[in-house]
């Protein structure tokens, strides 16, 4: 069975405190690994996808990763700001445009 | 500006009632999608367009229906036959099956 497993499910840093998100796939045949952010009542917000093992994508403050059999999204120095909800979503390559979400990592970050 | 809406933002259903969300998109996407949110889960697929005048049932599409006869634009119909419809919906475009997925900011659906 095709699943997405997020963990911690939440997270409480203090800002400037560097962390790591965990997002582990059973995906069969996994072609993309996809990062979103979601504020509350709001639509998630494209943040990263990753190919291939090895691979690894930079925004601002986020750093995202990708193994055999999983992802991290790495938060360098946090603000207030990033605090939000970070969803992780695998696609199967034999099933295009289907992808499969975690339950997310609801991110705190307090001054 | 490009991208896609959802209306209305609130919208409540009474028992026996079909209710009609709207999906609009400007940005040429080819591919549309629907999904469900419920507290504390993942997003769940419920129907999918790769085309105009197509469309394929996801995971959860029991109780739901949906049309494509132009291609900016999905409506999701939640039927009577849905009997726990209260969630947060979410529609998403992408310029083709396999792209990445953009997502409008939601309709919550509540049960009166």
């Not at chain 2, 609130?10 to 040429?28: A, D, H, I, P």
């Not at chain 2, 049932?57 to 419809?85: H, M």
Request: glycine letters at 10%; aromatic letters at 12%.
């Amino acid at each position: 069975e095709d699943q997405v497993t997020q963990s911690p499910e939440a997270l409480r840093l203090q800002e400037g405190e560097s962390s790591s998100l965990n997002c582990s796939y059973t995906v069969s045949g996994l072609r993309g690994l996809f990062w979103y952010r979601q504020d509350p009542g709001k639509g998630p917000e494209f943040l990263f996808t990753l190919y291939s093992a090895g691979e690894e994508k930079e925004k601002e403050r986020l750093k995202a990763t990708l193994t055999k059999k999983e992802s991290f999204l790495h938060i360098t120095a946090p603000k207030p700001e990033d605090s939000a909800t970070y969803l992780c979503a695998g696609e199967r390559g034999s099933t295009l445009g289907r992808l499969y979400f975690g339950r997310g990592t609801q991110l705190t970050v307090w001054p | 500006d490009g991208g896609i809406t959802q209306s209305p933002k609130y919208l409540f259903r009474k028992e026996g009632q079909n209710v009609t969300l709207s999906c609009e998109q400007n940005l040429n996407h080819d591919a549309m999608y629907w999904y469900r949110q419920d507290p504390g889960q993942g997003l769940r697929l419920i129907y999918y367009s790769q085309i105009v005048n197509d469309f394929q049932k996801g995971d959860i599409a029991e109780g739901y229906s949906v049309s494509r006869e132009k291609k900016e634009s999905f409506p999701l119909t939640v039927t009577s036959a849905q009997k726990n419809p209260t969630a947060f919906y979410l529609c998403a475009s992408s310029g083709w099956r396999g792209e990445t997925q953009y997502f409008g900011p939601g309709t919550r659906l509540l049960v009166l």
